[in-house]
């Protein structure tokens, strides 16, 4: 990370750092390992050029193709060539990645990061009434600016550890313009790109929803930055004029079967539009489903969450039938992983479940089964898409920046390789992310997030957390 974040001093760059782990306590052969990664790390951030060679690509690109063995050439951030045995003169940084498997970076396109200081701390909970009376109300009420920044940040940075490159911070928790500086402050030292989902927050000193304007004339004016800006909220009328009024696109949480007619009304209304983002989408009517369609809308899915906590069936075969390909998200950590091998699977195994149950049935009505390759799509382009995002990152296409991730395949779990898809979707974690490229810029190398001081990162994150939970007055368990 070239960027040195300074918030309370809980981030400093590599040139204060010195080393990714403390090489005093190796053995001699790991300390020149480290030594070397070190170098390589410091050629990497000052070159123009980086080529990284040998790896199996998964492109994500259907025009590009995919690769048992070749290169990427980056310039200035941005993906310049990808094919075999690339011949590359002059200045070049070279990143050896063989036995590594290169995809886009993942996408979630729908996270509170906020609640980065409660994960886990709701396991068994439901959405109603747990999730709403103790995190939405009780938990989310007693956040200061301060806890908000720590809560983005370290969500942010875990999320850079798993290989997500971008997301969307569906943020609720803008209990003043100062909450909402620190969690947009957050994303920015984070290096993460993403989409900062304005949303309400508790009491009577927010300005939502009309604070959206300022923000997205502060922060948000370049077209060529990481982060973008949406609002957020529930399908009210006077939000989504809001979102129109100020150009921007409407992020919709709790879209059921009980919120269809406020659906239908916004339609008639004529205040959708194209790229609005429609959250959950759990046994919706097949007259909801073509409507976002037809509105040109798209949706995230959140399979786990939906499952686990009681939104209702995850609407994946019903987006696949109305010509709808879902993006995936994790929503809540307060309750279940926020990596995205885990969102793909589970993914994954339940549709195949539910299309072989309606096989089993009647074969002629059995849907698709789902591939790998589909999930793996689903977590890269088709999220990057969703967020009007797909010129810039999702696929590794020569002119797109370089969000890239290197995954381990020589790890023994997922050693021999086999199948590349296959191992990424069905195999691997997060141990096997080994280095993570946004933008071209190296955020995670050789398994360590680059210029984080993770041990005050936690420490700070565990103040705040017992801060909140005090002022709170939550009853926490540990055991």
């Not at 948000?220 to 009024?245: C, H, K, M, W």
């Not at 399979?303 to 075969?317: L, R």
């Not at 549709?351 to 390759?373: E, I, N, S």
Request: glycine content about 8%.
């Amino acid at each position: 990370m070239e960027q040195s974040l300074t918030r309370r001093g809980f981030m400093r760059g590599v040139a204060a750092s010195a080393a990714l782990l403390p090489a005093l306590s190796l053995p001699l052969g790991l300390r020149a390992q480290e030594a070397n990664a070190i170098a390589e790390l410091a050629r990497i951030q000052s070159a123009r050029r980086i080529l990284i060679r040998g790896a199996t690509i998964l492109t994500m690109d259907p025009k590009v193709g995919d690769f048992a063995a070749a290169d990427v050439l980056i310039e200035n951030g941005k993906i310049r060539e990808v094919r075999p045995s690339l011949s590359v003169g002059g200045d070049v940084a070279i990143i050896d990645a063989k036995d590594k498997i290169l995809v886009p970076g993942f996408v979630d396109t729908h996270h509170h990061f906020y609640q980065g200081l409660l994960r886990n701390i709701l396991p068994n909970g439901l959405l109603q009434p747990d999730y709403s009376k103790e995190i939405s109300d009780q938990l989310t009420a007693a956040y200061e600016a301060d806890d908000v920044y720590i809560g983005t940040l370290i969500s942010a940075l875990g999320m850079i550890d798993m290989g997500t490159t971008c997301a969307v911070d569906t943020s609720q928790v803008n209990h003043t313009p100062e909450h909402s500086e620190a969690g947009i402050k957050a994303l920015k030292d984070s290096g993460i790109r993403g989409v900062y989902a304005y949303s309400r927050g508790a009491g009577d000193k927010h300005k939502y929803p009309d604070d959206v304007s300022r923000l997205a004339i502060t922060h948000f004016s370049a077209s060529d930055q990481l982060l973008s800006i949406a609002l957020a909220g529930t399908l009210v009328p006077a939000q989504f004029e809001a979102a129109r009024r100020a150009n921007v696109r409407f992020v919709s949480h709790g879209v059921n079967h009980r919120t269809e007619k406020a659906l239908m009304d916004l339609a008639r209304a004529n205040l959708l539009r194209p790229g609005d983002e429609y959250i959950h989408c759990t046994q919706l009517s097949a007259e909801s489903w073509k409507l976002i369609k037809d509105s040109g809308g798209v949706v995230s899915l959140s399979p786990p969450i939906e499952m686990m906590m009681g939104h209702g069936m995850p609407g994946i075969q019903e987006a696949l039938d109305h010509g709808i390909r879902p993006s995936l998200s994790s929503d809540v950590d307060v309750t279940f992983a926020q990596d995205p091998f885990t969102v793909m699977r589970s993914t994954l195994a339940l549709q195949r479940l539910l299309a072989l149950q309606r096989g089993q049935k009647d074969a002629k009505d059995q849907p698709r089964l789902l591939t790998v390759r589909d999930v793996l799509e689903f977590a890269t382009i088709d999220g990057a898409n969703a967020l009007g995002l797909g010129a810039r990152t999702g696929s590794i296409t020569p002119g797109k920046d370089a969000d890239i991730v290197l995954l381990d395949a020589a790890r023994l779990n997922v050693w021999p390789l086999n199948n590349a898809a296959g191992s990424v979707v069905n195999l691997m974690n997060p141990m096997n992310v080994e280095t993570v490229l946004i933008a071209g810029r190296a955020m995670k190398w050789r398994g360590a997030l680059v210029g984080v001081d993770e041990r005050k990162i936690a420490a700070m994150a565990s103040t705040a957390r017992d801060g909140v939970v005090k002022r709170s007055g939550y009853s926490s368990r540990l055991l």
